[in-house]
């Protein structure tokens, strides 16, 4: 049996396996580094606390800088969410709108067709009966001299 991937439309990938893939890889690791960190720390607390010390002396002020820059990010990202599902929203309910309207043209437009239709009837029957009144008309004059007596 063949499948196709259907596009996932939360985050944009085409296959949506691989946010579970990243996402355990990331637990995996980030579980994984916190039980050396644990073992470390229960092992030799002295060299847990200057490997910590170490590593924030190395970043220096990338630290801070990075924390601050993960901090916006995060609100950024917050806010941009909440618009985007707004900005959505308000796309289904324009859509929604759109299709009331079409219905409502194409009904009108319907009744339109009905109407003339009708109209066109009606003067298919008057041009019938005024190529009748003609007829009888033509045909009168001989009728109605013979009717007064002066025809022969």
Known sequence: MVTTAQPDARNGNRDGKWRGVLL??????????????????RSEPKAF???VIRAFL?????????LVGMFIVNNVGQKLLEHSAAHAAAQQ???DAMQQ????DDQASRERELL????????????????AIREDQ?????????????GG
């Open 49 to 51: 606390a200057d490997a």
């Open 58 to 66: 190395q970043w220096g002020p990338m630290f801070i800088l990075c």
């Open 138 to 150: 033509i045909a009168a004059p001989h009728v109605r001299s013979v009717a007064a007596g002066q």
């Open 101 to 104: 309207i079409a219905s409502r």
């Open 24 to 41: 355990a890889g990331g637990a995996g690791t980030g579980l994984a580094l916190t039980y050396a960190a644990v073992e470390l720390m």
């Open 93 to 95: 309910r324009m859509a």
């Open 116 to 131: 003339l239709n009708d109209v066109a009837f009606v003067l298919k029957e008057v041009k019938t009966q005024v190529s």
